[in-house]
């Protein structure tokens, strides 16, 4: 069993920075690849960003490669989320999630934290 509680979120303006962080619960934190996430009201969940269990492999959105971060430290038992240059179309609840490989897919991730809200002003 893993739970994730994300923060870091809040309401910046266009092209400002913001690091997300999830810290999990458990002691298997370290075996699973981390995914971030994200939501937009009426929007379906789409992927953002997914890192392998030691670190050593990552895989970004189209739209968010170049921009966006993942990173992760199993002796923290976190993972977080380096938003740099935030467009008003970032605007969304990100999610973290515990899943087994590197998947895009949400239904391939296990575990979810509960969100945190990222909202950019133009």
């Known amino acids: 069993q893993v739970q994730l509680v994300e923060s870091g979120g809040g309401l910046v303006q266009a092209g400002d920075s913001l690091r997300l962080s999830c810290a999990a619960s458990g002691r298997t934190f370290s075996s699973y690849a981390m995914g971030w996430f994200r939501q937009a009201p009426g929007k379906e969940r789409e992927f953002v960003a997914v890192?392998?269990?030691?670190?050593?492999?990552?895989h970004y959105a189209d739209s968010v490669k170049g921009r966006f971060a993942i990173s992760r430290d199993n002796a923290k038992n976190t993972v977080y989320l380096q938003m740099n240059s935030l467009k008003p179309g970032d605007t969304a609840v990100y999610y973290c999630?515990?899943?087994?490989?590197?998947?895009?897919?949400?239904?391939?991730?296990?575990?979810w934290g509960q969100g945190t809200q990222v909202t950019v002003s133009s």
């Open positions: 999630a515990a899943g087994s490989g590197i998947y895009t897919d949400p239904t391939r991730y296990v575990y």
């Open positions: 890192i392998t269990w030691n670190g050593g492999n990552t």
